[in-house]
């Protein structure tokens, strides 16, 4: 769970209990913690406004209204899981078992996809717009992405990488990224940092001149081949 959540609060009680038995109403929660109904509702409107619970109008019967709290996907999220162990062992048997192109693969439908998705959003906007547009759907898919304006062009300063413990073990994600970047704004971009030679960032450099070539593997120059059937 996540790790600002002290065992002992009663914040974190409330949000196991909410774990285990799904939604409920304050009443019931300050039955099981053994906690003042007053309290119960304090700690829930702050588990409300960080976005960890919601609350719903329990239909039926006459009265007051009553009222029952449930995770949001955001509190689900605070219980660890394991989905990047699973997918390391399917990436693994994968390329075992039908070669590391079809994992090359895999992740250029997941670059052409991301084009797919997001080629509108930068269309009809100057290379500053389309840059700050990039950044924007970067952070709205997890990650922490700045821009940055220097003499030689635009930086994209990246913190945080959804991707950077695949990348790890399969660099050649990276170049099929930067790939996605140079379609989405049009423009060259050259990698000036990387977290996986450990920089405490991935910076990309932006400049004017049309599509650049990215790389398909860091190790070998071209673009990336987009493999059709996969």
Not at 154 to 159: D, H, M
Not at 171 to 190: D, Q
Request: glycine residues 12%; hydrophobic residues 35%; negative net charge.
């Amino acid at each position: 769970m996540g790790a600002f959540f002290n065992p002992r609060s009663t914040s974190y009680r409330i949000i196991l209990e909410l774990k285990r038995k799904g939604p409920m109403e304050v009443k019931d929660l300050s039955a099981s913690l053994g906690i003042s109904p007053t309290g119960v509702h304090a700690h829930l409107s702050n588990l409300e406004r960080d976005g960890y619970v919601a609350v719903a109008t329990v239909r039926g019967g006459v009265g007051r209204p009553r009222f029952s709290y449930a995770l949001t996907p955001a509190g689900e999220s605070l219980f660890e899981t394991r989905y990047d162990e699973m997918l390391f062992d399917f990436l693994a048997d994968l390329s075992s078992r039908q070669g590391e192109e079809v994992v090359d693969g895999l992740f250029a439908r997941r670059a052409e996809r991301w084009l797919a998705r997001y080629a509108h959003r930068t269309e009809g906007k100057d290379l500053p717009g389309r840059a700050e547009e990039l950044a924007r759907i970067l952070n709205e898919n997890g990650n922490l992405v700045e821009i940055e304006m220097r003499e030689g062009g635009i930086a994209l300063r990246q913190y945080h990488c959804t991707i950077c413990k695949i990348a790890r073990q399969y660099p050649g994600i990276c170049g099929y990224e930067r790939w996605m970047f140079e379609s989405l704004l049009g423009a060259s971009v050259s990698r000036a940092e990387w977290q996986i030679e450990g920089s405490p960032e991935c910076c990309h450099v932006v400049s004017e001149g049309g599509e650049g070539e990215a790389e398909g593997h860091p190790t070998r120059e071209g673009s990336p081949t987009i493999p059709n059937g996969i």
